[in-house]
């Protein structure tokens, strides 16, 4: 399975299809058989590659016993006998079906005699298979679940929220919670937005780097936005572009647009707006090449100094006062223990690991939970756990300042997988599902602060376990199944 999705994401679909739709497992069968050493280039022409001295022969893999499994008809066997032939394309069954779940079954059915390994365990029965066509997810066969905790009530800005994590960490709902109730027990915490933008930042091309730099100069001339904007505002009722800045690389221009989104995350939003403004800009800039609709400025799903320091997304920063007694208390731990403990190690330890926005304890724990709770893309969990943990002794050393920064958190409540029934649940749950109508935007914006809640309440909790060595005990009680997994498997 690894190795299909790897083929996957690096051939494309067509060409893992083609792979495993064929009915036997040899050899390719190409014009030059002899030497079956081959490599791809750089321009995706089949090369050869002489093998390495002395290398002994690769063993051949036999073919996997089938597995079969009964269907419902003896058309459905005669579709899943073409798929397992190679004769019908695998992720054409929706489209000639009519009907996603049946696909799905036949599907199911035909990889598992392709490849003789059984699916038992991943269910297929109980799931929407048409609320993810063209949207969220192609050629399924069965989903993954994964459970729901809810930690909470969290107190924000004076209002209880439930947070649902979903998680297969032990011991992060309960840690998590733990931080809720301390933070509650102490009046909550408040949260400020700072600022709300996607970006999405196309590379162009020019033959001098003068030439570049006068597009670079244009794009920055304040005089010149009213223009930009009206030509990238058509795209969306909800985008509202809101700057351009831009880097250059020799004769390459990287332009970082950045716009609102109203309630979705809004990346297809911000690349359709910039793709009105380079079809704009080729009128005067002629001799402008588009490269690729993103030059990795923007920054997507990839940590990066510009999201670290420009932002990327929602913008927040969220704190609490805990009161001496709760620390105690509630935490275990004692005021000056988590100050030093954060200092030494989300702060100087951070640095000495060269940390690129990960000055946290644990960040991406709560926000992948969050995410996948929510219907969020969970890689995008790279850039929006970028957090700054910093905690001090206030009034007069008795009580705990603690805030978490977060400066790219990148959520919606529309479209994505938020849509689906069971993350619409978890939404709904928040308070936050779909769009607002009241006022666009505003419920992924309450979702973003949700979330660097529920990472304030995180990072408490754990710094104060490390600061009292109770992580390894933890995780050993609650992190550890008495189940006989021998006899499970066997079962």
């Known amino acids: 399975m690894a190795s299909f999705i790897y083929l996957l994401g690096f051939f494309g679909i067509d060409f ?30 089949l090369v050869t590659c002489p093998p390495p001295a002395n290398t002994p022969p690769i063993p051949k893999i036999p073919n996997p016993e089938p597995i079969i499994t009964p269907l419902a008809s003896v058309e459905d066997e005669e579709i899943v006998k073409s798929v397992t032939e190679g004769t019908l394309p695998s992720y054409s069954l929706e489209s000639k079906l009519g009907d996603c779940k049946r696909a799905a079954v036949i599907r199911r059915e035909a990889l598992q005699r392709i490849t003789g390994r059984s699916l038992e365990g991943l269910p297929i029965e109980g799931f929407d298979y048409d609320s993810v066509l ?81 597009l670079k100069l244009f794009l920055e001339e304040p005089d010149n936005f009213d223009t930009l904007s009206i030509v990238f505002n058509r795209s969306s009722r909800f985008a509202r572009l809101q700057g351009i800045k831009c880097s250059m690389a020799g004769k390459n221009l990287y332009m970082r647009f950045k716009c609102s989104t109203g309630d979705a995350m809004g990346m297809n939003m911000v690349s359709k707006g910039v793709q009105n403004v380079l079809d704009f800009l080729q009128s005067d800039f002629h001799d402008m090449e588009v490269i690729g609709i993103s030059g990795n400025f923007c920054s997507d799903k990839k940590p990066a100094a510009v999201n670290w320091i420009e932002g990327r997304g929602k913008s927040v920063v969220c704190e609490a006062i805990i009161k001496e007694e709760i620390v105690k208390k509630v935490l275990k731990t004692s005021v000056a223990s988590l100050v030093e403990l954060n200092m030494l190690k989300n702060l100087a330890g951070s640095a000495v690991a060269g940390a690129l926005g990960g000055f946290n304890a644990h960040a991406s724990n709560i926000v992948s939970a969050v995410f996948i709770a929510t219907g969020q893309d969970p890689a995008q969990n790279i850039e929006s756990s970028h957090c700054i943990t910093m905690m001090e002794a206030v009034n007069n050393g008795k009580d705990l300042h603690v805030s978490v920064t977060m400066p790219s958190i990148e959520v919606g409540t529309v479209g994505g997988g938020t849509q689906l029934a069971s993350q619409s649940a978890c939404l709904n749950l928040l308070g936050v599902k779909g769009a607002s109508k009241e006022s666009p935007g505003s419920n992924s914006r309450l979702l973003a602060s949700i979330v660097a809640g529920s990472v304030l309440a995180g990072e408490l909790s754990l710094m104060a376990a490390i600061a009292q060595g109770q992580l390894v005990k933890s995780h050993m009680k609650y992190n550890r199944s008495s189940r006989d997994i021998s006899k499970a498997a066997s079962s």
Not at 161 to 185: D, F, H, I, Q, W
Request: hydrophobic fraction near 40%; glycine fraction near 10%; aromatic fraction near 6%.
């Open 134 to 214: 063209g949207q969220c997810c192609e050629m399924p066969v069965g989903y993954v679940q994964i459970p729901v905790g809810i930690a909470g009530p969290l107190l924000l800005n004076g209002m209880e929220y439930m947070v649902p994590m979903a998680t297969t960490e032990g011991c992060l709902v309960a840690s998590t919670n733990r931080g809720c109730k301390a933070m509650y027990a102490s009046g909550g915490a408040t949260s400020v937005l700072l600022a709300d933008g996607m970006t999405r930042a196309p590379v162009v091309r020019f033959e001098t780097a003068k030439r570049a730099s006068e």
């Open 16 to 45: 893992v299809q083609s792979f495993i739709t064929r009915p036997s497992h040899d050899a390719w069968d190409l014009e030059d058989t002899a030497n079956p050493n081959y490599l791809i280039n750089e321009d995706h022409r």
